[in-house]
C-alpha cells in the first residue's frame, strides 16, 4: 500500500501568491483530514470530508483558504493569496471512518510551506 | 483552551532511563491514541487505548487509559536513541474528530 501520498513536500512561494497542495488518500478510505502544524499552534484540523462531501471547515483560518475534495482519491488545499503567517507544515490524513467513532488517522509525509 | 494537556513539553534524557509522559483532559473520551512523529515525516499511530485502567505494552513501552477514561499516560523503560520524536496523544469524542494534545518533544542522548 503507498500510502497517503502528499505533494509538493517543500514549497517555498512569495508573499501574495497562490499556492496549491494536494493529496492522494489510501485507497478504500472515505474520510480526509487536512492540518497544519507549527511550532506554537501544535496540530490544528483545518477541514474534514466524509464521502468526499466537506463536513467540518471551522478550522480554516479565513476565506484565503479552501479545499476540495473531487473524488475519492484526490483532495487540494489551496490558499489565495498567501501570507508569510501561512508558513507551517500542512499534513493530509485518511481514515476508514464507519461512522462516529475514532479509527486510526494514516498521515501523509505533509508539505511544508514557506511563505517569504 | 487546550483540552488535552500533555506534560512535559519537552524531555532530553540520557540512554537507558526511564520516562513517563502524561496526557491529561477534564473531559471523557470513548478512547484515546498515541502516535510518535519523526523530523520530516507525518504522525504514526502506536496505540489506541478504549477501555478505562486499560493498559497496553509495545515492547519498552507502556500505556495506560485512566479509569475514568479522561487522562492516559506512556511511560518508556529503558530509552533509546531510536525512542527520539515527538509524541502525541489523541482523545476520540465519538465523532470524526479527534482532539490533539500539543506533544511531548523526546530527545534520547546516547
Known amino acids: 500500500d503507498a500510502g497517503v501520498i502528499q505533494s509538493p513536500r517543500h514549497e517555498v512561494t512569495e508573499m501574495g501568491q497562490e499556492v496549491t497542495l494536494r493529496c492522494k488518500p489510501i485507497?478504500?478510505?472515505?474520510?480526509l483530514f487536512w492540518y497544519r502544524q507549527t511550532m506554537m499552534r501544535g496540530l490544528e484540523l483545518l477541514i474534514y470530508?466524509?464521502?468526499?462531501?466537506?463536513?467540518?471547515d471551522s478550522g480554516m483560518p479565513e476565506d484565503r483558504f479552501s479545499a476540495k475534495m473531487p473524488n475519492a482519491s484526490f483532495s487540494t488545499l489551496k490558499i489565495q493569496p498567501s501570507e508569510p503567517r501561512d508558513s507551517a507544515v500542512y499534513f493530509c490524513a485518511s481514515t476508514r471512518l464507519a461512522g462516529p467513532g475514532g479509527e486510526t488517522q494514516y498521515f501523509g509525509p505533509g508539505t511544508r510551506l514557506l511563505v517569504l | 483552551t487546550q483540552l488535552l494537556e500533555q506534560s512535559p513539553q519537552f524531555l532530553s534524557i540520557q540512554e537507558g532511563e526511564n520516562l513517563t509522559v502524561y496526557c491529561n483532559s477534564s473531559?471523557?473520551?470513548?478512547?484515546l491514541q498515541w502516535y510518535r512523529q519523526e523530523p520530516g515525516e507525518g504522525p504514526v499511530l502506536l496505540v489506541t487505548v478504549v477501555t478505562g485502567g486499560e493498559v497496553k505494552k509495545l515492547k519498552r513501552l507502556t500505556f495506560q487509559f485512566g479509569d475514568a477514561r479522561k487522562d492516559s499516560s506512556l511511560h518508556i523503560t529503558a530509552a533509546q536513541p531510536g525512542d527520539t520524536g515527538l509524541y502525541l496523544c489523541a482523545g476520540d469524542r465519538s465523532n470524526y474528530q479527534l482532539i490533539w494534545g500539543a506533544g511531548t518533544k523526546l530527545i534520547i542522548k546516547p
Open positions: 470530508f466524509n464521502n468526499n462531501v466537506p463536513i467540518d
Open positions: 473531559s471523557v473520551f470513548s478512547s
Open positions: 485507497s478504500g478510505h472515505n474520510s
